[in-house]
């Protein structure tokens, strides 16, 4: 198995987290859940194998991609096909770090996985095929800071409201309330709102559920056994009941479940 990941270069890092690639990656398994995470990702699938989106509840199939795709911030889960013996490549973007690149709200993509040429057309093409001639992952890595560089559509890239916001929420999620954050950016709830999902895709209080939540699933990541009742406190749910809902409701199982569940990467769980 092949996998490399790596940051971008300036200014791009400020939009984009990382790229990763992967080869040869085996699993015994050929479904999985993929769990909300609060990011815009895009996935460059550079075999001729497609990947197919399941429904949550009934595994019909609901979606089938191809080449390649873009995912908006879910508040669901995602059951897709697994990646085993696959060629990848990840773009994960930071919250609101997709928006320059795109020339409508992220809130449109919210809850949504689109194939990627049907937003970029002959671009996208010509990149994932420059992709797959490359004979290394860092010469891909090369190719694809050169296509966002030539993407971005915005002379300020990051928008220093969006930014406080979003490290605001990830550094106090359990205390989090917009009418607190508004007074210190000077924005109106409604207008600090009406930003956030058009450049971040969703409302900054859904933003702050998905980052207490995986908060969460970080801090049991090594864990075998877990005090529910400590955890549920430290993330700032006012009980154990509350937290266990909103568990569910994100990971569509209970939290004692899921640690008998879960897989051997983060936010990956095998449907067997």
């Known amino acids: 198995m092949v996998f490399e990941q790596t940051t971008p270069r300036s200014p791009l890092n400020l ?9 040869g990656f085996e699993v015994s398994y050929k479904m999985e859940k993929l769990l909300p995470d609060g990011t815009v990702n895009i996935v460059i699938n550079l075999t001729g194998n497609p990947k197919n989106i399941y429904g949550n509840e009934d595994l019909n199939l ?32 930071k919250p609101g770090g997709a928006f320059p690149f ?9 809850g949504k996985i689109i194939e ?22 860092k010469r891909c890595f090369n190719i ?6 030539k993407q971005l559509k915005r002379d300020s890239i990051e928008n220093p409201f969006i930014k406080y916001a979003v490290d605001a929420i990830k550094l106090y999620p359990a205390v989090f309330a917009v009418k607190r954050l ?27 559920r998905l980052v207490r939540f995986q ?32 568990f569910k409701r994100f990971c569509g199982m209970n939290p004692t479940t899921y640690l008998s569940s879960r897989g051997s990467h ?5 449907i067997e």
């Open 215 to 246: 908060r969460v699933i970080q801090q049991i990541e090594n864990q075998k056994e877990v005090d529910w009742s400590e955890i549920a406190l430290s993330a700032g749910f006012y009980d154990q009941s509350h937290f266990a809902n909103e």
């Open 144 to 149: 694809l800071d050169n296509y966002f560089i």
């Open 15 to 23: 939009l984009i987290d990382n790229y990763v690639y992967y080869n």
């Open 182 to 208: 508004t007074q210190k950016i000077g924005y109106s709830q409604k207008h600090l709102i009406d930003i956030f999902k058009k450049e971040v895709g969703v409302s900054p209080k859904l933003y702050m």
């Open 102 to 110: 795109f020339n409508f709200p992220l809130s449109e993509l919210t």
């Open 62 to 93: 609901v979606g089938t991609f191809k080449k390649g795709l873009i995912a908006g911030i879910h508040k669901d889960y995602i059951t897709k096909d697994s990646d085993g013996d696959s060629e990848m490549i990840v773009i994960q973007f």
């Open 266 to 270: 983060l936010n990956y769980i095998p």
């Open 116 to 137: 990627l040429d049907e937003i970029w057309g002959r671009k996208f093409w010509d990149l994932r095929e420059k992709l797959s001639e490359s004979p290394t992952p």
